[in-house]
């Protein structure tokens, strides 16, 4: 398998219902994953910058996504 470099994970979430230290928590702990052996491994990065929230009632995307999964 050939290498391709280190791999950005963008996640973007609905808009979370907790106060913004919990989201703040929340992303530390995600971009923390990539000290994980597991993710490290395998060169894959999760940034804060690359973490989001959106309106998914405002994101087409999403919605077809909502509904193809049910």
């Known amino acids: 398998m050939q290498d391709h470099g280190p791999v950005m994970v963008l996640l973007n979430f609905d808009v979370f219902p907790q106060t913004k230290q ?5 992303k530390q702990y995600l971009c923390g994953l990539t000290e994980q052996p597991e993710f490290k491994v395998k060169g894959i990065n999760f940034s804060a910058r690359n973490i989001a929230e959106v309106d998914s009632s405002k994101h087409l ?4 996504l909502y509904i193809i999964m049910g």
């Open 22 to 26: 919990d989201i703040a928590e929340f």
């Open 61 to 64: 995307i999403l919605q077809c």
